[in-house]
């Protein structure tokens, strides 16, 4: 037989491509190249090089780095995907095996999809999952692919496949006489991503305290992360490590040495802090706005709910203004460099306007003298006057 199709002839198991043939995919051993690819690419030392946006990237990304046909071809055994998900999970928080003990926010959120308060990172068992049913979708739609070695599924296959029918029984797929319609997208079209999406918010559940931060294209990711860490009430305040069971010498916050420090005193109302943001307002035109709270300085667009350009830059301020106040109150903590509010001021200045001019459209730049002056002139006047958006 093989001679007659002009291969030749070989035993099983053998690998093809990396992946082991003929041996069962049940079995962990068979996934061990998979593991140290996610080993090698998820490195302890990579991860202490970037930042947490660089490392989102990557995890989102480590499955098109590496052979998707694992993915695509076989169930991945429920160990395995444990085991990937924790080498992912440890390198998002920084690769070090000290910052194992501090889970700050769970991982089954940190998957979930951005509607639902997550990173949209997604898990590996609903790519898994999604990338065989595409298979399946194919089957269905694609007649003349090339199906006839296809059969029945029997033993484990067959459990897998009651497990999956139960968990997507929410989604309908009509059997339309000429097609068959994937109502997960508007286009009736397969996609593994709307597949995934809703994998994870079934398995991983949804989160619901209406915490939701409005996605911001002028800021980099890891000012996004901070932003949704901010939500989360997950940053590190004295408070929140108090509540964590950790033995501090005390919750008073290191600027004032006054008040209890929680998140929304570190960030926002704290003296040493609240004339950063008098001076911010004034410097955005907002003289008769006020921000007291998390919401106003992350959630709200007071001012500029009419003009969503303007609503995204005044936010995009916010947040950039909020990173470099807690980045400065870290470097006071933890390297007793002196607290300048003069200073943070010009530096969320100088900062925003890098970040920002950045990601804008560079045919109508964003003028430092003018974002110095007065930023709101980007937002204000007509739309055919300024470019950016
Ligand atoms: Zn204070």
Same mark, same amino acid.
């Given at each position: 037989m093989a001679s007659y199709i002009n291969c030749s002839a070989g035993s099983t198991p053998f690998t093809y491509l990396g992946l082991p043939i003929g041996v069962p995919t049940s079995h962990a051993s068979s996934w061990q190249p998979i593991v140290e690819k996610f080993d090698k690419r998820l490195s302890d030392w990579v991860a202490r090089s970037i930042s947490f946006g660089g490392r989102l990237t990557i995890i989102k990304s480590i499955l098109s780095s590496i052979p998707l046909y694992y993915f695509s071809l076989f169930h991945a055994p429920a160990a395995i995907l444990k085991v990937l998900e924790s080498k992912r999970r440890k390198f998002f928080w920084g690769?070090?095996? &000290?910052? &194992?003990?501090? &889970?700050?926010?769970?991982w089954d959120q940190i998957i979930l999809p951005y509607e639902n308060e997550g990173l949209n990172v997604g898990s590996l068992f609903a790519k898994n999952i999604s990338l065989l049913c595409k298979w399946w979708w194919r089957f269905k739609n694609e007649h003349n692919a090339l199906w006839d070695w296809t059969r029945a599924p029997s033993g484990r296959a067959l459990d897998e496949l009651k497990e999956l029918t139960n968990l997507i029984s929410s989604v309908s797929i009509s059997d339309h006489p000429d097609s068959w319609k994937f109502s997960l997208d508007a286009s009736g079209i397969f996609t593994t991503s709307s597949l995934s999406n809703l994998i994870n918010t079934l398995k991983y559940g949804v989160h619901s305290r209406n915490l939701l931060i409005p996605r911001n294209k002028y800021v980099p990711q890891r000012v996004f992360i901070f932003a949704w860490r901010v939500i989360q009430l997950k940053i590190l305040v004295r408070s929140e490590l108090d509540k964590k069971g950790l033995d501090l010498h005390t919750v008073l916050c290191p600027l004032c040495d006054h008040h209890i420090e929680t998140i929304e005193h570190a960030l926002i109302n704290c003296p040493n802090v609240s004339s950063i943001w008098t001076q911010l307002l004034d410097w955005w035109n907002q003289n008769n706005a006020t921000i007291s709270d998390i919401n106003g300085a992350f959630i709200s667009d007071q001012g500029f709910s009419h003009n969503s350009v303007g609503s995204s830059l005044w936010q995009a301020t916010k947040w950039i203004a909020c990173y470099i106040i807690w980045k400065h109150r870290n470097l006071k903590v933890f390297s007793n460099k002196m607290w300048n509010p003069a200073m943070l001021l010009s530096e969320i200045q100088s900062q925003s306007f890098s970040w920002i001019s950045n990601r804008s459209r560079k045919k109508n730049p964003i003028e430092w003298n003018q974002w110095l002056l007065n930023p709101s002139y980007y937002v204000a006047s007509p739309p055919n006057r300024m470019g950016i958006g």
């Open positions: 690769g070090s095996s &000290n910052d &194992n003990k501090i &889970n700050w926010i769970k």
